[in-house]
């Protein structure tokens, strides 16, 4: 009985666990088929960021860096680049107020990340003005 009654109070903590975007994270690219790399969200005074954890595109050199980047990411490795800065949880499953970095281009993008399909998935949607991108990540662990 008591392990039933565990197990019940455990359940809604682990789906609540799913339900963010912290973990690492396959990301596809726009074809929706390409793998491209591993980025491992962390979260950082209540903050979320991101940084690629390994490249996975065999098109792209393990020594490439960010050349195009305009800001302190400029020629820093992309193996270990923080893409995601300053995304904080908006109450209703997304987290918002950050940024996303392509740095195949080296702009940055308003972001917005939501965990879907019980958190098996990631939706990141990339702004610039009215207009976005959407990719939905695949989560690793």
């Known amino acids: 009985m008591k392990a039933l009654i565990a197990a019940s109070l455990l359940a809604p903590a682990l789906a609540l666990a799913q339900a963010t975007p912290v973990g690492l994270w396959k990301t ?14 962390t979260e950082q005074g209540g903050v979320v960021v991101g940084s690629i ?9 393990a020594d490439a860096k960010c050349d195009k980047c305009q800001d302190d990411r400029k020629n820093q ?40 399909d019980g958190g098996k998935k990631l939706e990141l949607r990339g702004y610039i003005g009215p207009f976005f991108r959407t990719q939905t990540w695949i989560r690793v662990e």
Not at 28 to 41: C, E, F, P
Not at 53 to 61: A, Q, R, S
Not at 87 to 110: F, M, Q, S
């Open 28 to 41: 596809i690219d726009d074809d929706g088929k390409t793998a491209k790399s591993l980025v491992r969200i």
């Open 53 to 61: 954890d390994k490249l996975l595109d065999p098109t792209t050199p």
């Open 77 to 116: 490795p992309l193996q270990g680049l923080q893409i995601l800065r300053g995304l904080k949880a908006d109450g209703d499953g997304t987290w918002t107020g950050g940024e996303v970095l392509d740095p195949n281009n080296g702009k940055t993008y308003r972001a917005r990340l939501k965990p879907v």
